[in-house]
């Protein structure tokens, strides 16, 4: 019983070096969400994917592309990577056919760059 | 400008008794709020929500309280465990019967439930 899979859990990266975020989920669910924590704040959104085929920013969408691969999988590149990137990744997914359920979320990307 | 405020960054009990953690809004949009616990290492995982048509929602020892007049909301946790100690995030969605729910977190409170 997976849930949300993200890989990698940890990355470290150069300043200009590109990198894709993984995350796939096996509930079916047709939303899907990026967030990024950073230390003393709370999760803030990147992206988000309301059903296969859409994307929409969020919060903090700039330096971030996304791409809805298909229903289970939501993918987060990053194209030339930033010290202030450096933050944990959390990939989420809700069922737009029960409403208000909640976001179900992966443990997480930790991304550091250098 | 945080939409979402939890001013106490984190909160020591003995176990048995009862944790309060406490969380502020600003935005009177938000109609639908939610708890998630964090362990570390580990992703959020989905505790308790409300909506704001009520003002409690119970779940076992876990209970919120919603006050819209202070936008103010409340967990209590009752009795605590040691295995409650954790970072609780509180959160709030503009959109209560939406199938997308863009929410916005707190910042946490990092709860210790002494032995």
């Known amino acids: 019983n997976a849930g949300v899979t993200q890989t990698p859990k940890f990355q470290v990266l150069k300043t200009g070096q590109s990198m894709t975020l993984q995350c796939a989920q096996d509930?079916?669910?047709?939303?899907m969400y990026w967030y990024r924590q950073d230390p003393g704040m709370g999760l803030r959104l990147i992206y988000y994917s309301a059903s296969e085929g859409t994307t929409d920013k969020g919060e903090v969408p700039n330096g971030y592309n996304v791409s809805r691969l298909n229903k289970r999988e939501f993918s987060l590149r990053l194209e030339s990577a930033a010290p202030s990137q450096t933050s944990v990744y959390f990939c989420a997914s809700s069922d737009p056919d029960r409403p208000n359920q909640p976001q179900h979320f992966g443990d997480g990307t930790r991304l550091s760059i250098l | 400008d945080q939409q979402v405020k939890q001013n106490s960054p984190s909160l020591s009990v003995q176990e048995g008794r009862i944790s309060i953690l406490n969380c502020d809004y600003t935005?009177?949009?938000?109609?639908?709020f939610l708890w998630y616990k964090k362990y570390p290492a580990e992703g959020p995982t989905f505790l308790i929500s409300i909506s704001s048509i009520k003002d409690k929602n119970e779940d076992g020892r876990f209970t919120v309280f919603l006050n819209k007049s202070a936008k103010h909301l409340s967990l209590h946790i009752v009795p605590s465990q040691p295995g409650d100690s954790a970072v609780y995030f509180c959160?709030?969605?503009?959109?209560?019967?939406?199938?997308?729910?863009?929410?916005?977190f707190g910042t946490g409170t990092l709860l210790a439930v002494q032995p």
């Open positions: 959160a709030a969605s503009p959109n209560y019967g939406g199938a997308t729910n863009k929410l916005i």
């Open positions: 935005n009177s949009m938000f109609d639908y």
């Open positions: 509930m079916n669910h047709n939303s």
